[in-house]
């Protein structure tokens, strides 16, 4: 009987471990922290269940869906999207409408967005390279201007012309100012069924209980999930077969097969020798990390969005998710809110290592200055989480170094890196739950599946009716 050893117990780990244990294959998760679920886990705070941000599940693949239903069952919700963006002390509605639009530019503005749109459509950058070209391209410089730039720049923490056009065709839906306009004075008339865009399903206790579903049945499966046992490295023969992991306490777990959803570039560095090249590469691959700063604040009512992207340069400040909208009975009837503020921040930067009070002082001043809640409003608790590592930078030229750890990672036909930060890719759920099924899927069937190809297409996964996609 095949053995293989999971990486982490995030979304890929578990939809991997999940499948193999269904099908009787002996398969251990080692996860390095205390809970399942990865950056989609869910836990308590202040007597209700948050996640880390906003976490909407959305695909329009069956595999993916089947997964969800098969462990969530009918214990989710169908969540109407409510979000907006704030930008020069106005709130947008996000996806935009067009009243609300007009509403909030002036003409001057409303005219810059129409002719710098006719300039790009009568002479557009061939081969857009950058996030800047890409959208400038679709939306014009103007509209890019507005609502792009200065949120993905605090999103990546370098200049939108340092960011590959890959993550704009990965993220952005391929419409042009054209369409989103014509959609938007139409706001979805004659199309009855909420899209993906508008609707998502969310589980009713948490996001993260999907994964702690699947924990579950592994280990009902006669699998085994060993929380708080980081893996050290991986261990390869002469003969480039990978036999096992190191733990940290030194032991060693030998098997057939390991799937890696750690860091790629510790995966890669925990090898004894590496080609001069692919050590270069892997130096050159850099993560971004968030700090969220949760709120419990004494309000029932401060705004009805599942989440707001804050795109004014003046804070730092890029998302608040206000987790008293996404499913009523989480709260559980209490006045109190709980909000999520996000930071996003290089581990060098001061701000990952600054005193926690003095980053609770600067959510709380920024909170105040966007006029989202009342000026005496009472925050009754606050407490920080920092999660390292969360976003991979599509930094301009990135594909080419990966490209070059894929090359000679593929020489070990037993090891599969996939997931977020273990193959760098800006995965959501769905794509790191595709990736597990299909790890399983290679393992079981000794079908020749290439996992590195997956998420890099321009398939948009919120291309789709909620209705049909979620249909038993
Ligand atoms: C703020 C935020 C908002 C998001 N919003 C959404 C959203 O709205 N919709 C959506 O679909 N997705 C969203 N995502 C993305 C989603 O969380 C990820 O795509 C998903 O969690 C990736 O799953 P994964 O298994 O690839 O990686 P992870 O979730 O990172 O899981 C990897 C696991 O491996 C463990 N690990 C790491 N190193 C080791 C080691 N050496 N030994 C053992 N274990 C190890 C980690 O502890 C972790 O549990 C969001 C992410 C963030 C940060």
């Avoid at 014009?140 to 605090?154: A, D, N, P, R, V």
């Avoid at 730092?316 to 921040?345: D, H, M, Q, V």
Wanted: glycine share 6%; hydrophobic share 40%; charged share 20%.
């Amino acid at each position: 009987m095949k053995k293989v050893i999971v990486i982490g117990a995030g979304p890929a780990g578990l939809a991997c471990a999940y499948q193999l244990s269904k099908q009787g294959v002996m398969v251990t998760v080692f996860e390095a922290s205390d809970a399942v679920g990865g950056m989609a886990k869910s836990f308590d705070l202040w007597g209700q269940r948050v996640d880390l941000g906003p976490h909407r599940f959305f695909s329009n693949q069956k595999e993916i869906n089947g997964f969800f239903k098969e462990l969530i069952q009918d214990d989710f919700t169908l969540v109407n999207r409510q979000t907006r963006i704030f930008y020069n002390g106005k709130y947008f509605q996000y996806p935009l409408k067009f009243s609300n639009v007009l509403r909030n530019l002036s003409l001057v503005t409303i005219f810059q967005i129409l002719w710098d749109y006719a300039i790009q459509t009568i002479k557009p950058i061939k081969n857009p390279k950058n996030l800047e070209e890409w959208i400038s391209n679709r939306f014009g410089k103007k509209l890019y201007t507005i609502f792009f730039k200065h949120y993905s720049e605090k999103l990546w923490g370098v200049k939108c012309t340092q960011i590959d056009a890959d993550w704009a065709a990965q993220r952005i839906k391929t419409l042009s100012l054209t369409q989103a306009v014509i959609s938007a004075i139409f706001n979805n008339k004659g199309n009855k069924h909420k899209t993906l865009v508008d609707q998502f399903a969310y589980p009713k206790n948490g996001s993260g209980t999907l994964y702690e579903r699947a924990a579950k049945a592994i280990e009902t499966n006669h699998g085994n999930v060993q929380l708080n046992t980081p893996i050290k490295n991986v261990l390869v023969d002469s003969n480039d077969k990978v036999y096992g992991v190191a733990l940290t306490d030194g032991s060693v777990v030998e098997a057939d097969y390991v799937v890696s959803t750690m860091p790629l570039t510790h995966l890669v560095k925990g090898f004894n020798e590496v080609p001069k090249q692919v050590e270069v590469a892997i130096q050159s691959l850099f993560f971004r990390n968030t700090i969220l700063v949760y709120f419990e604040i004494e309000e029932k009512d401060l705004f009805e969005d599942n989440w707001l992207y804050i795109h004014s340069p003046n804070v730092k400040l890029g998302r608040i998710t206000n987790f008293r909208n996404w499913c009523p009975s989480l709260n559980k009837g209490k006045n109190a809110t709980i909000l999520a503020l996000e930071y996003w921040c290089f581990e060098a930067d001061p701000i990952w290592s600054q005193n926690e009070d003095d980053i609770i002082d600067l959510a709380k001043a920024e909170l105040l200055s966007i006029n989202l809640t009342p000026k005496k409003t009472t925050i009754i608790n606050a407490k920080i989480v920092k999660v390292p590592k969360c976003y991979p930078v599509y930094e301009t030229g990135y594909q080419e170094k990966l490209d070059v750890i894929i090359n000679y990672l593929k020489r070990y036909e037993n090891l599969m890196p996939i997931g977020r930060y273990g193959s760098f890719k800006y995965n959501n759920q769905d794509h790191s739950i595709y990736m597990g099924l299909m790890a399983a899927e290679k393992i079981v069937s000794n079908n020749p599946i290439d996992l590195w190809a997956i998420n890099t297409d321009d398939a948009y996964q919120e291309k789709g009716v909620v209705k049909d996609v979620l249909a038993p």
